[in-house]
């Protein structure tokens, strides 16, 4: 029952990890509390979007950009469809962070991003009706993943390399030590070389026991999908789309195989305890309410709401990430509090943990996900 790496938590970054580890040839143990990919985590909902000229800061960029090369090769070794480049465009008011970030890393990075009026905008794509004041940013290069299709490939593949997954156990209490972790489990107890805490909403519960404290606050999620125009709004000629309101963040898909127009807004939601489960799509009036204001304002296509779903974000204070070594024994990482922008990352985050496992160090400059930020 021992291993060479326990990975607690195996959904979009957890899963990845394993793959990359086992893959390495390090023996490997994943536990989930769930059957991955499922409707509790952060990668539920069929689609995430990927973009590199990132509104969020420029020092998501170098992962971005490995990220995207990590989710082509593993396209490469599977039949399922991961990635469809539909280009993105990123809309706000030409003054604010967002829209300046995207233009500086672009600029620093010699990314290939088109600076948009509103008017180019709704001429281009005139299924938009962005107001003047705006202007967007268009990648041509990003687009979507297929979020628990990705999860799929690597769960197979970790699996063929010989990883072992444990589904539906719950993790009841963690020791670690200099040179050995103990895992307590609902079903059995194990004992590995190393230990990556990747458990999303869980994570919180599990912190005590390794003796840290971090701010981390779990959220309920929405999203939905919209009847619309497929002349309009079809992937074939349609950007997954980030609008920076005022004080709000919309983001959304093309209609993917007809599905419909998805949005979802990135801000906002509803804290959740720890042991508290995912209330049902429409729960709260703004579940429908918000996305479905936002179309009636910035589409020009008469969009007919559909269906909704659920998801979680696990947030910092700052919206950062978490990527660290535990401060007082070498042999733990966490890697959390991705704060409902982390999946396309999860691709480069998980082989980050393999290399600073196997290696000792990895090539990106981490400081800016440590956890001493919050003392």
């Known amino acids: 029952m021992h291993y060479d790496v326990i990975i607690i938590g195996a959904g ?52 971005a950009l490995r990220a995207q090369e990590l989710w082509l090769e593993l396209q490469n070794l ?22 300046h970030n995207i233009l500086k890393s672009a600029e620093r990075h010699s990314l290939p991003v088109e600076k948009l009026s509103s008017s180019e905008i709704n001429h281009r794509w005139e299924g938009f009706s962005v107001p003047e004041e705006m202007i967007g940013c268009y990648e041509n290069n990003s687009g979507v993943l297929f979020s628990e299709a990705c999860i799929e490939v690597y769960r ?15 993790v009841k209490g963690v020791t670690a030590e ?13 004992t590995s070389d190393s230990l990556i805490v990747t458990a999303g909403k869980g994570t919180p519960k599990l912190l005590p026991s390794l003796g840290i404290d971090l701010p981390l606050q779990p959220v309920r999620k929405t999203f939905s999908w919209f009847e619309c125009d497929e002349g309009l709004y079809h992937s074939s000629h349609f950007p997954a789309f980030a609008f920076e309101l005022q004080n709000e ?25 720890q042991e508290e489960g995912l209330a049902d799509f429409g729960s709260y009036i703004e ?5 479905s204001g936002f179309a009636v304002k910035y589409f020009s296509g008469e969009l007919e709401h559909r269906i909704g779903k659920t998801c979680t974000y696990t947030n910092t204070p700052d919206e950062d990430f978490i990527i660290d070594q535990h ?35 990895t090539e990106f400059d981490l400081n800016p996900f440590s956890m001493k930020r919050f003392g």
Do not use: W
């Open 287 to 291: 579940d429908k309410g918000d996305v």
């Open 156 to 170: 197979e593949l970790a699996i063929e390399n010989g990883a072992h997954l444990k589904v539906n156990t719950k």
């Open 12 to 63: 979009s970054m957890g899963m990845s990890a394993g793959y990359y580890l086992s893959k390495s040839g390090k023996k490997v143990l994943l536990l989930d509390s769930h059957n991955p990919p499922h409707s509790e985590g952060s990668h539920h909902g069929e689609t995430r979007i990927i973009r590199h000229a990132y509104g969020e800061g420029e020092e998501y960029v170098a992962l």
């Open 249 to 273: 963040l919309f983001y959304g898909f093309p209609s993917i195989e007809e599905a419909g127009v998805k949005i979802g807004r990135h801000d906002g939601g509803q804290h959740l305890t």
């Open 78 to 99: 599977t039949d399922k469809k991961l990635f469809l480049q539909t280009g993105v465009l990123n809309v706000g008011v030409p003054e604010s962070a967002f829209i």
């Open 327 to 361: 401060p007082n024994f070498q042999n733990v990482f966490l890697a959390c509090g991705f704060s409902g922008h982390g999946f396309k990352f999860s691709s480069v985050v998980g082989e980050i943990l393999c290399q600073l496992i196997t290696e000792g160090k």
């Open 178 to 190: 200099e040179d050995r972790v103990y895992v307590e489990t609902e079903a059995g107890n194990y």
